[in-house]
């Protein structure tokens, strides 16, 4: 058995993952729980997750001398929190399987043969021929993996990014950077995401831009990244209760300031602009709050509209939504239903999970069940 690496070194995704530390997998072990994290695959993983699930991903590197930790937000990673760890494992016992792995050398073109198996061309001009062909050639961004599998009959769904971040050309949001929210919703038309939020210097990003982007990648690149957001910032209170709490502090803290009296977690820089954006002066107490200023301190709070016309990958995680499509595969063996003897594995097939070790996952995952698939079919 050959890998082949078209690159100089092999798994140089695992390596820069989790900023160096390789955000291995997600402590969520029950399957069905962990396939709603994905936006793509949820119900095409419910039966590979039980057979290789987050915690036989955890065994299989204890088993081999690799321990992980779990970080409080459910992430694992090695307790050397060294990618490196997690690369010489895989190396390590891909080599004692005798797997031979050749690197700056990748496949071409792949043709079906009239006998069975494969005639691939490879990029240094050789040929040669194999059984069975698994291609585990990483997001769609790399146009190689799309090209070999639809060059073999399959549907590549278009690729478009997912986890971004999103620009905000709003000047008071980018005097606000490093601000946190721990708890907001925001909605695009039918898109609804709740979670933590962050303020950057080019708009906003955090686990609940991260989510929205995921659910809403098709719908966002229709949009061509240019649409009204709108943003709850306590989503914990409806309407009602806010403004039960502007008739309380009318009552209890008549003489106080409104600027210096936030609701909830809001941190006191974001209290502010939200006031002055209702119109409300910096001056104007609690006694003085109009009518029309509590109408629209209610609209700043629950529903924040802002511009966005652009967006940000998120980091390193290059997740892209999109790959060959999921109904030309038996997730069973990850073989092909249309080429005999061809598997795919990992992101190119039309599966994205969110950040936190689910896309790793699902790699680890789609990986074992073609390897045993392909092994047993010697």
Excluded at 47 to 68: I, M, N, Q
Excluded at 250 to 277: C, D
Excluded at 281 to 297: D, H, Q, Y
Aim: aromatic share 8%; proline share 4%; hydrophobic share 40%.
């Amino acid at each position: 058995m050959s890998i082949f690496e078209r690159s100089s070194q092999f798994l140089s995704k695992v390596r820069i993952s989790g900023g160096g530390r390789c955000n291995v997998t997600h402590a969520l072990f029950e399957p069905r729980e962990f396939t709603s994290r994905y936006p793509r695959g949820e119900r095409e993983l419910i039966s590979p997750f039980h057979r290789f699930s987050a915690s036989d991903t955890v065994a299989w590197f204890e088993t081999r001398g690799v321990k992980l930790k779990t970080e409080e937000d459910g992430r694992m990673f090695p307790v050397s929190d060294s990618s490196q760890t997690i690369i010489d494992c895989l190396i390590d016992e891909a080599k004692m399987a005798g797997v031979r792995l050749v690197t700056r050398k990748g496949v071409e073109t792949a043709r079906v043969r009239v006998e069975g198996g494969f005639d691939l061309r490879l990029s240094d001009g050789r040929s040669t021929t194999c059984d069975r062909l698994l291609l585990a050639t990483g997001g769609c961004r790399s146009v190689g993996g799309v090209e070999l599998a639809q060059s073999l009959g399959h549907t590549v769904e278009p690729p478009v990014p997912s986890l971004f971040s999103l620009h905000i050309p709003a000047k008071w949001l980018r005097a606000l950077p490093g601000i946190s929210v721990s708890d907001a919703e925001l909605s695009v038309g039918k898109l609804r995401e709740r979670g933590a939020l962050l303020v950057t210097h080019n708009g906003i990003s955090g686990p609940v831009v991260l989510r929205l982007s995921a659910w809403g990648a098709r719908v966002l690149h229709e949009m061509n990244y240019q649409f009204t957001l709108r943003v709850n910032w306590i989503p914990e209170m409806r309407e009602a209760d806010l403004r039960n709490e502007f008739q309380t502090r009318r009552q209890t803290q008549p003489n106080r300031r409104i600027v210096n009296s936030p609701f909830g977690n809001l941190p006191a820089r974001l209290w502010e602009k939200l006031i002055s954006n209702a119109g409300i002066s910096p001056k104007t107490i609690w006694t003085s709050l109009t009518r029309a200023g509590a109408n629209e301190l209610v609209r700043q709070l629950r529903a924040t509209e802002l511009e966005v016309d652009g967006k940000s990958l998120n980091k390193d995680e290059f997740v892209t939504c999109g790959g060959v499509r999921l109904r030309e595969i038996n997730f069973k063996t990850m073989e092909s239903r249309i080429t005999p003897g061809l598997y795919f594995a990992g992101e190119l097939l039309d599966i994205d999970g969110l950040t936190g070790g689910f896309n790793f996952q699902a790699a680890w995952t789609t990986g074992w069940i073609a390897g045993n698939a392909m092994a047993k079919s010697i």
